[in-house]
Structures are given as C-alpha cells and as structure tokens.
C-alpha cells in the first residue's frame, strides 16, 4: 500500500566532543554507525544506565545504548523559548546533533518509527525524550541576568524537548537535506 | 511517580536452532544477550533486511537486528486458533521464543516498553509482528487434510501474532517467571 509519507527537513547537525558537557558544535556533516553519531559523548553500543531506567536498573548498569542520537525541532526549540521568555534556544544549549523542522509536535513521533535520510541512513526513534535540569544549567549561565532557568526549562521543555533515536543503518547526514518519516507498522486486527 | 505495574506470566521458552526453518522447541530456559536469544536462527547485532523494511532499504541491506526474539501469548494464540477452526495453534509453529500469558490483547504492546525478568533480563518491545505466510505452510503441513490454512494464518492471526524485541540487557529466562511491564515514556505536554 503506498502512501504519501510525511518529510522533515534538517537545519542543522551538531556534534557534543566533550565527555563533560553536554554542549554540541556545528559541524558540516554527522557520521552516524551502529554505535550513534561518531565523535560524540553519547557514541556507543552500550552505555551505563542512569536515573531515567532506575525503575528497572541499579544505576550504573550496562545496557544496550537506545540514546545515541538527541533530534530537536525548530519549531518547539522556538515555542519553548518563547515560554521561557528568552529570544531564542540554540540546539547547542541542549546537546542536540540533528536539528529537524516541518512537523508539528515533533516530540510526540513514536518510537519505532524510522528517519530515512537521501545518503542511506536509517535512524529509529526510540521515543520522547524528558528534560532533565543540565540543559536548564547551560541556559542559566547564558542568561545570568535572569534567575530560575534551570526550573523553567525543564517546566516548559516538558513534551517539547525532542526525541532519541538510534541508528538502524549506517550513513551521514547533512543540513538542508531532506529526512523521509517511515512510521511504525500499527496494531490492528482485520476480523 | 510509583505505580503498580502489570505483570505477565512465562508460560513457555523455545529456540529455532535450524537456519533453515522457523520450528522452534522447548528449552529448559532462554540466554539472552545483545545479540538476542543464543542458539537461535535470529541471533545477531544485525540483521539482512527483507520485505518488511522494503520502503525503506533494498532487499539484503544489513541492519540492526530489532527482531531479535518472538514474543506470542497464549491467549492470542488459542484466538486465532479459534478463529482458524483448528484445536490448538503451537507456539513452535510460529518460531515463537517467549509465551507470555496473562495480558489482554498483548500484540498492542507499544514499542519501547520494557519487559523486565527476574534474573534482570530486559527486553524492548519493537512493535507488533505481522504474519506472513510460513508459519501458515508449516500449520498446512501439520494439517493436511484441511487446505486453506495458509491463507487463514494470515487473515486471522493479524493483530494476534505477538510482538518482536530485541535485548537491552542481559540475563536468562525461565517457564513460571513473572515479567514486569514497563511502559515507555509518553509524550504529554504540561504548560
């Protein structure tokens, strides 16, 4: 059955080198493997669980790596901005690598479904992803004039932050591409 | 936010050791990995795709391996058995690895919800597993002088056929076990 499928385009890619922060940098191109972005902190198949899986894990354990790619939309970056009341939230403030635009509510994109860039790669989203008071420590210090950013941006970033993603098919991607949404096959019954 | 959490029952655990065919048969219990259920003919970090990811990659691209094991329940199973006019549907036939009993229409496990075993295993539900035709040959085969069997899989094992997951941590499973249900993230926004 084909179907018209929904596009994203993508503004920007970014990169966080630094295992201490988790600011990312522009770069001209992302290179993505089964391991996550290549050169950032959050690169690897595996990587130790924290308080976001302390339902199911002591912190500390090995797991498989499901948050090896962070994708913010313009759109929401601006609407959360806007709540914040603050000009503007750079996707580097966050530790975003791939910044999209063109769909609304990106955050509620459903895990399992699949981001298909024109080189070949293929990334899965595994769902929304929460925030967490470090960005809001990143915006403080950008904004020292202004006191309570860290509550604010984990108030109004809720269900706005973006999605995680991992990485099905290897490949790179670059900005002003054009990203094809492939969603997940639906539960239903016929009879 | 505590809350209790629904629980399934292990009712059996199977491996399809032949590459050949998906038969799977029953084990005392189920070592998982990274790489999915060890000994079994789905066993690998990745993958060659095939018809399912046809809109997305050519026929035979490697990819990571997100149907790593075969979840079915056992109240689907003896449905669509029902359904099907036959006494019972084996999980084997189906190359099923885990049935689970216990949860009402188990097939809409949303993907990214985590099923977490007593020895610390944890699976991630990738999605619902739509039927395709083999499992369907092999029921003709086990019932020869009822044709149609094939196409009846298909029709009434839609939406009833179980779900696929891949391994985020490692451990064994065992026949009797309670597994927990973790339910992924939802996306909601609060202001």
Chains 1, 2 share one sequence.
């Not at 499928?5 to 600011?23: F, W």
């Not at 479904?113 to 950008?142: K, S």
């Amino acid at each position: 059955m084909a179907s018209a499928l929904a596009e994203l385009t993508v503004h920007a890619v970014l990169v966080a080198p630094d295992p201490g922060t988790l600011r990312s940098k522009r770069v001209d191109e992302l290179e993505v493997d089964l391991g996550g972005v290549l050169g950032d902190r959050h690169y690897g198949l595996t990587r130790l669980s924290g308080n976001r899986e302390s339902a199911c894990y002591p912190r500390g354990t090995e797991i498989r790596n499901r948050r090896q790619v962070s994708l913010l939309s313009v759109e929401e970056c601006a609407d959360t901005a806007t709540r914040m009341g603050i000009p503007e939230l750079l996707p580097e403030w966050l530790g975003g690598n791939i910044v999209v635009g063109g769909m609304p509510e990106f955050s509620a994109l459903g895990a399992g479904t699949r981001l298909r860039f024109p080189t070949g790669a293929v990334l899965v989203c595994e769902g929304v992803n929460q925030p967490c008071r470090f960005p809001g420590e990143i915006i403080q210090a950008e904004h020292p004039d202004r006191p309570g950013m860290v509550a604010a941006f984990v108030r109004e970033a809720f269900g706005r932050r973006g999605v995680v993603a991992s990485v099905e098919h290897p490949g790179r991607i670059l900005p002003g591409e054009r990203c094809r949404i492939h969603p997940a096959e639906l539960h239903r019954t016929l009879t």
